[in-house]
């Protein structure tokens, strides 16, 4: 879960060089100078903010790592040895430095010098095998700060995934996805000849991912259909919608919400979105948080807030000094409520899971699916001055009035359903509520 995004001034490395090179030094010194200044950059706010006290001297030998891989990959032959760095940060600092300006200049004709950086970075922030701590280059950074503020877009084919097997569990509206028929429940089974058994996830997902124009083919096993189905998709650039809505025959309302965004409008829109569903006979509520990976903490507290009286106990944060911290849900909530379920899944994370056990603790909701991510904590962006960023996990959370941990562990729903084709969540959620509605046919207070 991130915290609203803050920049950071950045730190300025040895002035006086830096000075000089600003009147001396040639493009490729002043690149080489930029990108060791980065890599500061991130070991000293991962010093800072990160949740557990690190090691200088083991946090600069991640980074060592990191660069020597890269260059190594490259073709690199020749690399010096780091030498032993002392464990105070700045010592730590001036010995990796003498040793990463050596590198760099031995790399240079196979990699660039922000590559070298970004690599050394990833390795620092990677090696804490937290899903909130990680390094993001200039362009990925840019992608998740718009899909915070609620304006996702990428380039591929629109679908989510669960697996492996590799299930496709939501098609986006308005994609290469749904204009060629993929179906919720859709095994992919290869992409473009290569079987999909021999990936992982983010392999997986390289492979579907290319150029905007660019042709992908995919095998697809689907349910109830014996032989294999090829599908020949041409990607293209696929926006998520904040919140998407439906209003069913039935007067089950379902409302999908795929970010809880830094400027509110997640719970503008859903505030909205639920009064006009009300206007036209809304009897009960779905809120899919399938996909939602979560977002800015005060949003997550605004959402419950519609459902919920204000101020129950949503969030306690404890920090790296031990201070423990407890947020509640800021409403007020709708004057009319109405029964709800909620739909969750392996892509819902952060915020995503704390909303929900937040709803299944306080007994507002029932939940329909799959266990979550299991990753829920606080994360803080910093933006590093070459436009580059990191998320770093600064506070450890618990969820909900009961306090549970959920990092690391998910959150399981009330009834666990399979990706199927079509929707079995979905239906088992509406099958719920309009039994609700059919035995008590009157509003619910907010709270249950």
């Known amino acids: 879960m991130a915290r609203a ?8 490395l040895l002035p006086l060089v830096v000075v000089v090179a600003a ?15 980065t890599v500061r950059e991130g070991y000293e706010r991962l010093l800072a903010l990160y949740v557990d006290p690190l090691s200088p001297d083991g946090l600069l030998r991640e980074a060592w790592n990191g660069a020597v891989g890269a260059a190594l990959a490259a073709g690199v032959t020749l690399v010096p040895a780091l030498p032993p760095l002392l464990p105070s940060a700045g010592g730590a600092w001036s010995a990796f430095t003498a040793a ?7 790399s240079a004709a196979r990699v660039a010098p922000a590559a070298l950086a970004y690599a050394a970075l990833d390795a620092m922030a990677g090696a804490r095998h937290e899903c909130h701590t990680y390094f993001m280059p200039p362009d990925r950074y840019a992608q998740f700060r718009a899909a915070l503020s609620g304006q996702a877009q990428f380039v591929g084919i629109g679908v989510s995934l669960s697996g492996p097997p590799f299930i496709i569990a939501h098609v986006f509206p308005d994609s290469p996805a749904e204009r060629a028929g993929l179906q919720p429940g859709d095994e992919i089974v290869a992409v473009d000849g290569v079987p999909a058994a021999e990936a992982t996830m983010a392999s997986l997902r390289a492979r579907i991912t290319g150029p905007e124009g660019t042709t992908v083919r995919l095998t697809i096993r689907r349910p109830g259909v014996d032989d294999p189905l090829e599908v020949e998709l041409v990607r293209a650039v696929v926006r998520i919608p904040l919140l998407t809505t439906s209003l069913r025959p039935d007067g089950v309302a379902v409302l999908r919400l795929t970010t809880f965004a830094t400027d509110g409008a997640s719970e503008r829109a859903l505030r909205v979105a639920l009064q006009e569903l009300e206007a036209r006979g809304a009897r009960a509520w779905v809120l899919d948080l399938r996909g939602n990976g979560g977002g800015a903490v005060h949003s997550v507290l605004n959402v419950l807030g519609i459902f919920l009286p204000e101020g129950v106990p949503a969030i306690t944060q404890v920090d790296r000094r031990g201070t423990v911290r407890t947020l509640t849900t800021i409403g007020p909530p709708l004057d009319t409520q109405r029964p709800l379920a909620v739909l969750v899944g392996p892509g819902t994370a952060s915020g995503g899971e704390i909303a929900a056990a937040v709803l299944q603790d306080t007994g507002r909701a029932r939940l329909f699916g799959q266990r979550t991510a299991g ?40 009834e666990e359903v399979a990706v199927g084709v079509g929707d079995p969540a979905l239906e088992a959620a509406v099958g719920w509520l309009v039994q609700r509605v059919v035995h008590e046919d009157e509003p619910v207070p907010a709270g249950g």
Do not use: H, K, W
């Not at 990463?100 to 031995?106: G, P, T």
């Not at 990191?390 to 990092?407: E, F, K, N």
């Open 5 to 12: 995004v803050r920049r950071f001034t950045p730190l300025v």
């Open 100 to 106: 990463y300006i050596q590198l760099e200049r031995l």
């Open 375 to 414: 990753c829920a904590n606080v994360g803080t962006l910093v933006e590093l001055s070459d436009g580059s960023g990191m998320s770093i996990t600064s506070a450890r959370l618990l969820a909900g009035p009961a306090q549970r941990r959920l990092d690391g562990v998910g959150l399981s729903p009330d």
């Open 23 to 37: 009147l001396v030094a040639s493009p490729a010194e002043a690149q080489r100078a930029a990108g060791l200044s």
